[in-house]
């Protein structure tokens, strides 16, 4: 079975950086496209960003210059740095598997706390 384990969350201050880990077993990994997303609390879930299988990224407009995803095959692992963090970053952060080709992501983790303060 397909299990996907996000940890690196926690509280920053503004301004400040967090580094999320997606641990991927159960999948060919590198035969997936990689995403990221959020849900803050009364909100509709997010998507923050994407590594495709080919390393090919896109980001929301709303991270851009702030956030890097990447992925090290090698460990089955997806990161997303967040850096210059705000307030409005505050959420619950999830990845999920994608076979390209697909229009929708399979198998979701459980979610990582990152709450920034003001």
């Known amino acids: 079975q397909v299990q996907l384990v996000e940890s690196g969350g926690g509280l920053v201050q503004a301004g400040g950086s967090l580094k999320l880990s997606c641990a991927a077993s159960g999948l060919t990994f590198t035969r997936y496209d990689m995403g990221w997303f959020r849900q803050a609390p009364g909100k509709e879930r997010e998507f923050v960003g994407s590594i495709w299988s080919g390393a090919r990224i896109y980001y929301v407009d709303s991270v851009k210059g702030r956030f890097t995803i990447s992925r090290d095959n090698a460990k089955n692992t997806v990161y997303l740095q967040m850096n210059s963090l705000k307030p409005e970053d505050t959420a619950v952060y999830y990845c999920?598997?994608?076979?390209?080709?697909?229009?929708?992501?399979?198998?979701w983790g459980q979610g990582t706390q990152v709450t920034v303060s003001s």
């Open positions: 999920a598997d994608r076979l390209p080709g697909s229009s929708e992501y399979e198998f």
